[in-house]
């Protein structure tokens, strides 16, 4: 009798992810704006949806939000998969929600560092493989020291790119070495996180990036991904450099602000923050607009 395959089919997480914004509307999480946003941008040719990311404000979102908004964001990805962000730095309370999320269909969860208490590197593999040891779906280190206080070795890595569970890193971790070794040992996919780091990642053979600014100009930035993807490097810079501009802009002042101003301009949704965020300045706004015209121009 053949004997059972028990090894889980390896997730595909190339392309271009978008970590979604969270709409707001009067205080309350603007759902209608959310499920509109999320189809648009499935028709637009993205590969699956990050709910609770840092661009969706999720530090300011109760458990309930959270739940709420991962339901509809799964209702309109059209079968897209989706990804769910998690922060925090009590292991016991962050291992007890990644178990609750276990239970929904999830393309993966989206892991960083604790937070603030800046622990070892032991410690550091102790939180990665107790909280991929409590999941039942895949695991993406998302390694940001400048938002956690936490720097990742390229060791620490390695050595949790032999967990079965960890499948891909979101890579903002500002060290193209440690980005370079990560592809090259093969084990983890690598995504780019620093979205002004899209092109020269997955050119060194990143599989794509999870970026704030693919919510505007979300065909070309899905073009330049399949352009690099099909080896087209010539072609996928034509489009990317265009796209420099923008990118700057949107980090010119906190994510989500200026996205978030973009997209309300188009009706997309309020201009709308959670406090302590706040929304991107008028000045900001009037340039934003400007050259998202320009670029939209055929
Ligand atoms: O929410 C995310 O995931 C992203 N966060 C980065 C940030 O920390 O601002 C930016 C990136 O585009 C996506």
């Known amino acids: 009798m053949p004997q059972q395959q028990t090894t889980a089919p390896v997730p595909d997480f190339s392309g271009l992810w978008i970590p979604l914004v969270t709409p707001f509307r009067d205080g309350a999480v603007d759902h209608a704006a959310l499920a509109a946003l999320t189809r648009r941008l499935a028709a637009d040719g993205v590969a699956g949806f990050v709910v609770c990311g840092s661009t969706g404000e999720a530090a300011a979102l109760d458990e309930a939000e959270q739940l709420a908004s991962l339901d509809t964001v799964q209702a309109a990805a059209g079968g897209l998969p989706v990804v769910m962000g998690l922060s925090g730095y009590h292991l016991g309370?962050?291992?007890?929600?990644?178990?609750k999320l276990s239970e929904r269909p999830l393309a993966g969860l989206l892991v960083p560092a604790p937070h603030y208490i800046r622990p070892s590197q032991a410690g550091l593999l102790?939180?990665?493989?107790?909280?991929?040891?409590?999941?039942?779906?895949?695991v993406l280190i998302y390694d940001i020291p400048y938002r956690t206080g936490a720097t990742l070795s390229r060791e620490t890595l390695l050595a949790l790119a032999a967990h079965?569970?960890?499948?891909?890193?979101?890579?903002?971790?500002?060290?193209?070495?440690?980005?370079?070794?990560?592809i090259a040992d093969g084990r983890l996919q690598v995504l780019s996180g620093e979205d002004h780091q899209i092109f020269s990642t997955v050119a060194e053979g990143g599989v794509g990036a999870i970026a704030a600014s693919g919510h505007v100009q979300t065909k070309r930035f899905v073009q330049v991904l399949r352009l690099l993807a099909d080896?087209?490097?010539?072609?996928?810079?034509a489009e990317w450099q265009p796209l420099q501009p923008l990118i700057e802009m949107l980090f010119?002042?906190?994510?989500?602000?200026?996205?978030?101003a973009l997209l309300a301009h188009v009706g997309a949704m309020r201009d709308e923050l959670r406090s302590p965020m706040t929304r991107a300045s008028d000045g900001l706004r009037e340039r934003l607009v400007a050259l998202d015209a320009r670029l939209s121009r055929p």
Not at 165 to 177: F, L, S, T, V
Not at 231 to 237: D, I, K, L, Q, T
Not at 252 to 260: D, F, H, I, L
């Open 126 to 138: 102790e939180w990665f493989r107790a909280i991929a040891d409590a999941s039942t779906v895949p």
């Open 93 to 99: 309370k962050t291992t007890a929600w990644v178990r």
């Open 164 to 182: 079965p569970r960890i499948q891909g890193i979101k890579d903002c971790g500002g060290d193209m070495a440690k980005t370079r070794a990560l």
């Open 252 to 260: 010119a002042e906190s994510n989500p602000g200026p996205v978030k």
């Open 231 to 237: 080896n087209r490097v010539a072609e996928a810079r």
